[in-house]
């Protein structure tokens, strides 16, 4: 004996009908708009040419700002106080711009006042890339 089984009633009415005119509508959408796009890029413009560009084929160097236990900032073996920073990170920032980056290392033990004030600096001298890290040991080595 075969056993009838009753597929239901909703799948049979199902209409597509709108659903593929949905995808018409997309599909002539999307040509219409790669037509416009294809059409900008193809624009006859003589572009300027740069004669003194040079692609960037280093990383430029990091530089480090270690501030020990005493919040004294040591940048290339040499201490400094927030001016001498200052004035370090600005000669960094206008022999490089746009493109210098510090690390910020600082002992556990310090006061973090410094930190944020080391940060000031980076951002005073119009230097977006800097890192804060806290370490400890000793500021002079490492850098």
């Given at each position: 004996m075969a056993v009838k089984i009753d597929t239901g009633k909703a799948l049979g009415s199902l209409n597509l009908t709108p659903l593929i005119d949905v995808v018409f509508l997309l599909l002539i959408f999307f040509l219409v708009a790669t037509k416009f796009a294809e059409e900008e890029r193809e624009l006859d413009i003589p572009l300027p040419e740069a004669s003194e560009a040079r692609p960037l084929i280093t990383?430029?160097?990091?530089l480090f700002v270690n501030i020990n236990a005493a919040g004294e900032f040591i940048v290339s073996?040499?201490?400094l106080d927030l001016a001498g920073l200052q004035e370090v990170l600005f000669r960094a920032s206008n022999a490089n711009p746009g493109r210098v980056s510090?690390?910020?290392?600082?002992?556990?033990?310090?006061?973090w006042e410094v930190v944020v004030a080391a940060i000031n600096a980076c951002l005073r001298a119009n230097i977006r890339d800097y890192?804060?890290?806290?370490?400890?040991?000793?500021?002079?080595?490492?850098?």
């Open positions: 990383q430029p160097p990091e073996g040499e201490k510090v690390i910020i290392r600082a002992d556990r033990r310090c006061a890192r804060a890290t806290a370490w400890e040991g000793e500021a002079g080595s490492g850098s």
